[in-house]
């Protein structure tokens, strides 16, 4: 089926979801890891802050995670759905 056929049903968004909202929390728990792994596990949240979400910070960290979660989840889905 058309990629373009297959976004038209509902069951595509909800399957989209599905795989999407699970692998945002997955790619946001690495990254906060990958650049702070030191201040995470000494527990220094200030600093993560500092690093990852103040001064207008947290919406390109936020906006990157959610894209790049909802091209996976199209992607897989489109795969995977007849």
């Not at 373009?4 to 979801?17: A, G, V």
């Not at 995470?40 to 200030?46: C, P, R």
């Given at each position: 089926m058309q990629f373009?056929?297959?976004?038209?049903?509902?069951?595509?968004?909800?399957?989209?979801?599905k795989i999407s909202?699970?692998?945002?929390?997955i790619v946001v728990v690495i990254s906060i890891l990958m650049n702070n792994w030191s201040d995470?596990?000494?527990?220094?949240?200030?600093a993560v802050n500092n690093t990852?979400?103040?001064d207008g910070k947290w919406m390109q960290f936020w906006t990157s995670k959610i894209i790049i979660s909802l091209f996976y989840g199209l992607w897989i889905t489109n795969k995977k759905m007849p």
């Open positions: 373009l056929k297959k976004i038209r049903q509902p069951l595509f968004w909800i399957n989209t979801l909202v699970p692998f945002l929390g995470v596990f000494a527990g220094n949240f200030e990852l979400f103040s």
